[in-house]
């Protein structure tokens, strides 16, 4: 049995037996005034935080979720675009597919706001999505990529790219690791389908994102998820899985590299008003600039210039 039928295997029988433990939320669902979430959505919330961004929802997006699970956050995405088919959500598993369009009915007897047909579930999976080139505002995914072995998560990104329109933001949730995970824990089925096994380093993750041709990535959050002890496993060591959530924009990617923003800035503290360095930045004296960490390294080169760390926290504005 592959890893991906092992997969499949796991969220039908959460599907149908709700798992509370299977993932571990790192915060609650972000709470919207007039939003009543039933709470067998909340038992089958199996994330590792959220792509729910309300700063990437303007204008009622179009958007396509791949793994609907309970559908929580295809029912939060309805909630910002409000209209029959605007989200679509894919999902391989028949039991999910089933479960959720029975929570979004009772959802839609708790919000009067909400009609059922304002999510479209369908069957599909990442490598196959099932819209159009160029198609959709926003592309989702909550703890389902780092699953993927290296090369099936290259596909998946490709494909999310492929029905992204020009501008399109990519929302993702993983747990990343701070360090390698070994084979032979990479190589169980059953711990990478449970999220704890196949996650990659953050280095790692971000590249395969750039190499998908999205020339411009914020973090929007970094918190711990799940800690891998040597009891429980076969380490040596303990490993600290980090959740991740970010938003990936499908723009080009320059020519000196993608902009990847992790919550830096830089701040001149020289004798001038402002220090311009010719590269379309321009920094006035003591006020930080947000800057993404390409533009933190070239400006660490300069005198008088102050940068601080990454907070793992971006949500617009600065250099790009």
């Given amino acids: 049995m592959s890893y991906l039928e092992a997969t499949a295997r796991l969220y039908a029988e959460a599907a149908e037996i709700p798992q509370v433990g299977l993932c571990c939320i790192s915060s609650p669902p972000l709470q919207l005034p007039g939003l009543n979430i039933p ?15 309300p700063a990437e929802l303007i204008n009622q997006p179009t958007v396509l979720y791949i793994g609907v699970g309970g559908g929580l956050e295809a029912l939060q995405f309805a909630y910002f675009a409000r209209r029959a088919g605007a989200v679509v959500a894919v999902d391989p598993v028949r039991e999910m597919r089933q479960a959720a369009t029975q929570n979004l009915q009772m959802a839609a007897l708790e919000n009067d706001w909400f009609t ?13 999505l099932p819209m159009p080139d160029a198609s959709v505002d926003v592309v989702a995914q909550n703890c389902l990529f780092n699953i993927f072995e290296p090369a099936d998560l290259g596909r998946a990104l490709a494909e999310a790219y492929r029905v992204l329109k020009p501008g399109g933001r990519l929302l993702m949730s993983d747990p990343i690791t701070n360090q390698p995970i070994p ?9 990478r389908a449970m999220c704890l096994s196949g996650a990659l380093t953050y ?20 918190r711990p998820y799940r800690c891998l002890d040597v009891h429980s496993y076969e380490l040596t060591t303990p490993i600290l899985l980090d959740s991740l959530d970010s938003v990936s924009f499908k723009v080009p990617i320059p020519a000196d590299g993608a902009c990847i923003f992790t919550g830096k800035t830089a701040s ?8 311009d360095d ?8 003591g006020l930080p600039l947000a800057v993404c960490d390409k533009t933190a390294a070239k400006l660490k080169q300069l005198p008088d210039v102050f940068l601080s760390d990454s907070t793992w926290h971006y949500t617009g504005g600065g250099c790009c």
Wanted: charged share 25%; glycine share 10%.
């Fill in 116 to 128: 059922a047909d304002f999510v479209d579930i369908l069957d599909g999976d990442a490598f196959n």
């Fill in 268 to 275: 001149y503290i020289g004798a001038l008003e402002l220090l």
């Fill in 39 to 53: 709470e067998i959505m909340y038992q089958m919330n199996y994330g590792c935080g959220s792509t729910v961004h």
């Fill in 203 to 222: 280095e790692e993750y971000t590249q395969f994102i750039v190499e998908s041709g999205f020339g411009q990535v914020e973090i929007r959050s970094r």
């Fill in 278 to 285: 010719q590269a379309g930045h321009v920094l006035q004296r």
């Fill in 183 to 191: 084979d032979v824990l990479r190589q169980d089925d059953r711990l």
